[in-house]
């Protein structure tokens, strides 16, 4: 089995919709959390934003990652920082998915450029900001030479956040053509590698209907959701040291390999490591147990023989896979 760490890596800000004051303190943090994962043999995909990609402290430290090929540099865009500014700056304009495909273009090609020049790596693994994914930025990003996107959420819908309902796209990566990005295509050009989402119940499908169902009412959603998470009766998962605790992490990682999953994607955001920038880690105290649930994981998943890869590198595999099995 392949473990993969995926960094959304972007400006102290979090849900701060502006094009000027970005701060990136968050970003110093770096070198230390690279440290952690060389400790554990785990190979990281960075995807950086703009505001990273061109300060100067950043670019250092991407830097050295990239010229001793400690991990992979990807893109990650947020529309509102990222040039050309030519939408109106709203909720909904958040998402890359839905600005209009030309200008979905124009600042994906700034971003890569500036990856590129800054940094000296031409990135071809992506995600987008908010998970605002769709097929015209599946096709822009073949139009650039990206290979991989890691933007899919199974079992999740932002709908609610202006964004994509992705709650049914696939779970595991698949190869797919930019025009049908959520439908796999075996010698498709591009490949999905989504994060890793389930939860606390072997059968997910069934789960995922009567957690949809309940959401629906507040009220319902309150009792059943709410009340059966707290109680580790019922819970939706994610491999993510933000909204998991390291104990539930593992619960996930069993069930999904038994479920025949080969490849796990644990993901969070790099503002997380600067506390009180994001929902997930308020203070000193929780960006300690924060970085501890990273390491248990780290730990667990090397003692269980998991092979750490970036995105990039598990691709010639999947394309094997691929082979074997047609």
């Excluded at 940094?119 to 990003?141: C, E, H, K, Q």
Aim: charged share 25%; hydrophobic share 35%; net charge neutral.
């Amino acid at each position: 089995m392949y473990f993969l760490v995926t960094i959304d890596t972007e400006e102290d800000q979090w849900s701060d919709y502006t094009r000027d004051g970005q701060t990136l303190k968050n970003i110093e943090s770096i070198p230390k959390l690279q440290s952690l994962f060389e400790k554990y043999g785990a190979r990281p995909t960075y995807f950086i934003s703009y505001p990273v990609a061109t300060d100067p402290k950043s670019i250092d430290i991407f830097k050295d990652i990239a010229e001793l090929k400690n991990g992979e540099i990807g893109a990650h865009c947020h529309p509102w920082n990222t040039p050309p500014f030519l939408e109106e700056m709203n909720t909904k304009n958040s998402m890359l998915c839905n600005l209009d495909s030309d200008l979905q273009y124009q600042k994906l090609k700034a971003l890569t450029d500036t990856i590129k020049e800054n940094i000296g790596v031409i990135p071809v693994s992506f995600r987008a900001g908010r998970w605002g994914y769709n097929s015209d930025v599946a096709i822009n990003l073949f139009k650039l030479g990206y290979q991989t996107d890691s933007s899919l959420t199974p079992f999740m819908n932002w709908e609610i956040f202006s964004g994509p309902d992705l709650s049914t796209s696939p779970q595991t990566p698949f190869f797919f053509n930019p025009e049908q990005p959520f439908e796999p295509k075996k010698n498709g050009s591009m490949l999905q590698v989504p994060v890793s989402i389930g939860f606390n119940r072997n059968c997910f499908q069934l789960s995922h209907r009567f957690y949809s169902m309940v959401e629906k009412n507040k009220y319902s959603k309150k009792i059943f959701i709410g009340g059966f998470s707290r109680l580790g009766i019922f819970k939706k998962k994610w491999l993510s040291p933000e909204n998991s605790t390291s104990e539930e992490m593992i619960s996930l990682i069993c069930i999904l390999k038994k479920k025949g999953y080969k490849y796990l994607n644990l993901m969070f955001h790099s503002n997380s490591l600067l506390p009180g920038k994001t929902p997930f880690v308020k203070n000193s105290e929780d960006l300690d147990a924060f970085i501890g649930r990273i390491e248990t994981v780290l730990a667990y998943a090397a003692r269980h023989d998991f092979q750490f890869a970036t995105l990039s590198e598990i691709r010639p595999k999947l394309q094997e896979d691929q082979i074997e099995n047609v």
